[in-house]
């Protein structure tokens, strides 16, 4: 059996290959090929996870409208229901009301 080491892609215990090393592309000095190649296949991850950010994107989407117009109609709804607009309405009637009785009156 061969010892595990350069050469050898398996890992002699369990049988799979190791995990990637991270590498950070302004720390350590790589080929433009080397960086092309790691855009592809960022692109590529990209493209794979796509349709489910799409639909998550839809759905977060639908969820924060959904809450907008539930305030909007509750705020229309809630206004409706005060009076004391009303109140204050009837009240510069009945003091126009007395002034024009003052004006006129002797």
């Known amino acids: 059996m061969a010892a595990s080491g350069a050469g ?3 890992d002699a215990k369990s049988g799979q290959a190791p995990l990637a090393q991270r590498i950070d592309p302004t720390r ?3 080929t433009p090929a080397q960086l ?3 855009r592809q296949v ?3 991850q ?7 950010r799409r639909t998550r994107n839809i759905v977060t989407g639908l969820g924060i409208g959904a809450v ?3 305030i909007y109609g509750y705020t229309f709804y809630s206004v409706s229901q005060e009076h004391f ?6 009240e510069v009637k009945a003091a126009q009301a007395r002034a024009r009785q003052r004006a006129s009156g002797p």
């Open 68 to 70: 907008v117009l539930a």
């Open 46 to 52: 990209w493209q794979k996870t796509l349709p489910q």
């Open 28 to 30: 350590d000095k790589l």
């Open 85 to 90: 607009l009303d109140e204050l309405e009837d």
């Open 36 to 38: 092309q190649f790691m």
């Open 8 to 10: 050898d892609p398996l």
């Open 42 to 44: 960022q692109f590529t």
